[in-house]
């Protein structure tokens, strides 16, 4: 440690971020097998064992929010996860190096906006009073549709809000694998008499396959994770047994009632779900001959 103290001094500051972030609120997990109680504190609440587990999965939403949280990301699954990929491949063969710089910007701009803008946008779009889209719908004689009272239409809205907010920023990943591929393979390819389709499935696609397994296998230890903001911005009480999930839950639970300890149970389960997922992903993964996570 001595003779590389330079390299350890400049990883400091991100062990200290995993140290006070990510190590010590692990304490706060016994919160899960507690009576939480503020007036006795952390060490002096009640141990009440698996109490919270079983009220959690007796609770008449319990399966409702499973259905919801899962039905949302396997939305994500199938129609956000791609387009990353076919975004990348699409901006790594524009030869133009400005024009795919400003296409680069615009898709990334997205993801710096907040979910109570795109909420907003959201709203202003598809509302049945102010909304662009109704107005052209009745003015083009036709009634209005509740795009955001309309359970039918939630699932789906969810999953168009994340794919134009964060397909941008996922082909980060995507094109700096693009970017480590030898051009000699190409340049190959094209001596072969290989047109650009062909070079795109037999040389970029193969070339990236590990980067798109490792970040599936890290996209299904979220299975259980829905974005707050995002579900509790566009929730009414019209579409609440399609958007109420467990983030939602631990939220009205913990904050709004004061049961912590409720809050606590509904992330520890939501942390065992993914991390079972990521298991059982990355044997899969490895069994069909590709590299994991470890």
Same mark, same amino acid.
């Given at each position: 440690?001595?003779?590389?103290? @330079?390299?350890?001094?400049?990883?400091?500051?991100?062990?200290?971020?995993?140290?006070?972030?990510?190590?010590?609120?692990?304490?706060?997990?016994?919160?899960?097998?507690?009576?939480?109680?503020?007036?006795?504190?952390?060490?002096?609440?009640?141990?009440?064992?698996?109490?919270?587990?079983?009220?959690?999965?007796?609770?008449?939403?319990? @399966?409702?929010?499973?259905?919801?949280?899962?039905?949302?990301?396997?939305?994500?699954?199938?129609?956000?996860?791609?387009?990353?990929?076919?975004?990348?491949?699409?901006?790594?063969?524009?030869?133009?190096?400005?024009?795919?710089?400003?296409?680069?910007?615009?898709?990334?701009?997205?993801?710096?906006?907040?979910?109570?803008?795109?909420?907003?946008?959201?709203?202003?779009?598809?509302?049945?009073?102010?909304?662009?889209?109704?107005?052209?719908?009745?003015?083009?004689?036709?009634?209005?549709?509740?795009?955001?009272?309309?359970?039918? @239409?939630?699932?789906?809205?969810?999953?168009?809000?994340?794919?134009?907010?964060?397909?941008?920023?996922?082909?980060?990943?995507?094109?700096?694998?693009?970017?480590?591929?030898?051009?000699?393979?190409?340049?190959?390819?094209?001596?072969?008499?290989?047109?650009?389709?062909?070079?795109?499935?037999?040389?970029?696609?193969?070339?990236?396959?590990?980067?798109?397994?490792?970040?599936?296998?890290?996209?299904?230890?979220?299975?259980?994770?829905?974005?707050?903001?995002?579900?509790?911005?566009?929730?009414?009480?019209?579409?609440?047994?399609?958007?109420?999930?467990?983030?939602?839950?631990?939220?009205?639970?913990?904050?709004?009632?004061?049961?912590?300890?409720?809050?606590?149970? #509904?992330?520890?389960?939501?942390?065992?779900?993914?991390? #079972?997922?990521?298991?059982?992903?990355? @044997?899969?993964?490895?069994?069909?001959?590709?590299?994991?996570?470890?």
């Amino acid at each position: 440690m001595l003779q590389h103290k @330079y390299m350890y001094m400049l990883a400091l500051p991100g062990i200290l971020y995993f140290i006070l972030f990510k190590l010590v609120p692990l304490l706060g997990l016994m919160l899960a097998f507690k009576d939480y109680n503020p007036f006795s504190g952390f060490v002096g609440s009640k141990w009440v064992g698996l109490m919270h587990f079983k009220e959690l999965f007796a609770d008449n939403n319990f @399966y409702m929010m499973l259905r919801n949280t899962f039905a949302i990301n396997i939305f994500g699954l199938v129609f956000m996860f791609p387009l990353p990929i076919v975004l990348a491949l699409m901006l790594n063969e524009v030869r133009h190096e400005v024009f795919k710089r400003i296409n680069q910007s615009i898709v990334y701009l997205p993801h710096f906006l907040s979910w109570v803008v795109v909420a907003s946008m959201t709203f202003f779009i598809l509302s049945t009073d102010v909304g662009i889209v109704n107005k052209l719908i009745t003015e083009s004689g036709r009634e209005s549709v509740a795009f955001l009272s309309n359970p039918n @239409y939630f699932w789906g809205l969810i999953t168009v809000q994340n794919m134009w907010k964060e397909a941008g920023w996922g082909t980060i990943i995507f094109l700096a694998a693009m970017a480590g591929v030898d051009p000699q393979r190409y340049e190959a390819a094209v001596v072969d008499g290989a047109n650009r389709w062909r070079q795109i499935w037999h040389i970029t696609l193969p070339a990236i396959r590990p980067t798109i397994f490792i970040l599936l296998i890290l996209r299904l230890g979220h299975m259980a994770d829905v974005g707050f903001e995002q579900v509790l911005l566009m929730m009414n009480p019209l579409v609440s047994s399609l958007a109420e999930v467990f983030d939602t839950y631990a939220y009205t639970q913990g904050i709004l009632r004061g049961q912590i300890s409720t809050g606590v149970t #509904v992330g520890m389960f939501k942390g065992v779900v993914g991390f #079972v997922l990521v298991l059982v992903s990355n @044997y899969v993964v490895k069994k069909l001959g590709h590299e994991g996570i470890y």
